[in-house]
């Protein structure tokens, strides 16, 4: 590929991440449409992962080259990337256990569907332009540390679409290109189908668009790659071309728009280089890049948008003369065999609380410190994070679980511990016979630290050693009915030595 040619797809990618991310962040997380306007613009000079995690994978790059794994970046998460949220955090748990990728994105993983890996597609592209089959494979070693299934195809669809973009200078092509790479059995697929489907129709963005939310605007994690990809598939279809148009489309849908734009803003700079953003905004993008403190200690990452434009071109030309010439394989979402460490095994007293008298059960269970004969057999195991009560519960009924828990947690001081309690019903907790916490909405639970739905997160001092009685009441229960509790501390991590057990 002609330098200046590259150079300038690649400066506009970099500088298009930059803008565009900044453009849609005031508005992340929004769960209603939007109206975005030009004088609406602020422009905020903050770390931001969907670039900044692809740094620290120029430098895995430096070391590995096309030995590459997913195995590979799991020893840079761990190294590197200590904190994190939602998927970021559950991989580095289960990288903490012993558990790799791809086992790793797929184990107890709520949130293997999450944008947290389709934000970070830009940097195989741009290493392996000509090759968008190399750009899939390598975006998939990165993806499987994190998520799985649709969440691992999210980011070889845009590594593809990108690469594909980049050599062609076009939109529309490169998108249908990526589309027919994916899975025909994948969700995925599915709904970008209906995305272009409406396009090819003649049907109007604004009809397109009503049909898009009624769809999918209501999935309950914002951040969710099927919906957002659609978002981003629509934009850059009907924006043609145009950078502040696609953008607002975009960001219109709401969700999560600082990824949203940024990856339109990418697409664009790497299929039409830097032409396409408007004149007066190609001042207000810094040059340095703002980064978090453990990005920006790594030795040789680039600090400046200067400089990883540099070092991207330069590891494209080291690469292209390694890459082999056969295609690289297709994915195929991880399938569990064998055992893997188990790190989540709880145990709990279902009860249906019309048919139990449950005062005195909770009595005998104060007094004794184990399950009374008579309920023994409504004891129950999980050995996930997220509980599926579905089998447990009959249909609009009050259900109570009971267990102990014993805190043998010692790394965190007990003022920094965080207690997140969701689930799809309304619920409340109690903890030795007081009432911690109570929730009475019909969301569909979103197990999180930092951005809890059906339920809340909030500091819990709990001491090493101690020993509570906990009951959790779930109203009107029916199932699909899943339920979650888990304790962090104030980075967001997952910790153990929270266990919940009762004896029979």
Request: aromatic share 12%; hydrophobic share 40%; with cysteine.
């Amino acid at each position: 590929m002609e330098k200046t040619f590259f150079q300038d797809k690649v400066r506009g990618c970099w500088f298009g991440k930059c803008l565009a991310g900044a453009i849609g962040m005031p508005f992340e997380g929004v769960p209603y449409t939007l109206s975005p306007r030009e004088e609406d613009i602020c422009l905020r000079d903050v770390p931001n992962d969907d670039l900044e995690l692809q740094l620290v994978w120029l430098d895995a790059v430096k070391q590995h080259r096309l030995g590459l794994t997913c195995r590979d970046l799991a020893a840079f998460w761990l190294n590197k990337i200590k904190h994190g949220c939602d998927e970021y955090s559950l991989a580095i748990h289960n990288l903490q256990h012993g558990i790799m990728p791809p086992a790793s994105g797929w184990k107890n993983n709520f949130f293997a569907n999450g944008m947290g890996a389709t934000i970070r597609s830009e940097i195989w592209a741009l290493l392996f332009p000509e090759r968008p089959d190399a750009a899939g494979y390598f975006a998939r070693q990165d993806a499987e540390v994190d998520h799985w299934g649709d969440g691992v195809r999210g980011e070889i669809f845009m590594a593809m679409a990108e690469a594909y973009a980049c050599t062609r200078s076009e939109i529309e092509p490169a998108l249908r290109f990526a589309f027919e790479q994916l899975g025909d059995d994948s969700v995925l697929k599915t709904e970008l189908g209906r995305v272009f489907a409406r396009f090819d129709s003649g049907m109007t963005e604004a009809d397109a668009r009503r049909e898009l939310l009624l769809t999918l605007q209501r999935e309950p994690n914002f951040t969710d790659c099927i919906m957002n990809l659609s978002f981003i598939v629509h934009a850059l279809l009907y924006g043609g071309g145009d950078f502040l148009k696609t953008v607002f489309l975009t960001i219109s849908f709401g969700r999560d728009t600082d990824c949203t734009a940024a990856s339109c803003g990418a697409f664009l700079g790497i299929a039409k280089g830097m032409e396409v953003f408007p004149a007066k905004w190609r001042s207000l993008v810094k040059d340095q890049l703002c980064l978090s403190d453990f990005v920006s200690c790594i030795p040789g990452v680039p600090l400046t948008l200067t400089d990883l434009i540099a070092q991207t071109i330069e590891w494209h030309d080291r690469l292209a003369g390694e890459l082999p010439p056969e295609p690289y394989p297709a994915y195929t979402p991880y399938q569990p065999s064998g055992e893997l460490p188990e790190i989540d095994h709880q145990e709990w007293l279902i009860v249906d609380a019309d048919e139990v008298d449950t005062a005195a059960l909770e009595e005998e269970l104060r007094r004794t410190g184990k399950c009374p004969d008579g309920v023994r057999g409504n004891i129950v195991a999980f050995d996930t994070l997220f509980m599926d009560l579905s089998p447990y519960v009959k249909e609009y009924r009050t259900y109570k679980l009971y267990s102990f828990l014993t805190v043998n947690h010692t790394a965190t001081p007990p003022s920094a511990i965080t207690l997140s309690v969701t689930a799809d019903t309304g619920t409340r907790l109690f903890m030795d016979g007081e009432r911690i916490t109570q929730h009475y909405s019909r969301q569909k639970m979103l197990p999180s630290f930092h951005r809890p739905e059906g339920g809340g997160a909030f500091q819990m001092p709990l001491t090493h050693g101690s020993t509570h009685l906990v009951c959790w009441e779930f109203f009107f229960a029916h199932a699909p009915l899943r339920a979650c509790i888990m304790f962090g501390n104030q980075y967001q991590d997952h910790l153990d030595g929270f266990d919940f057990r009762i004896r029979a």
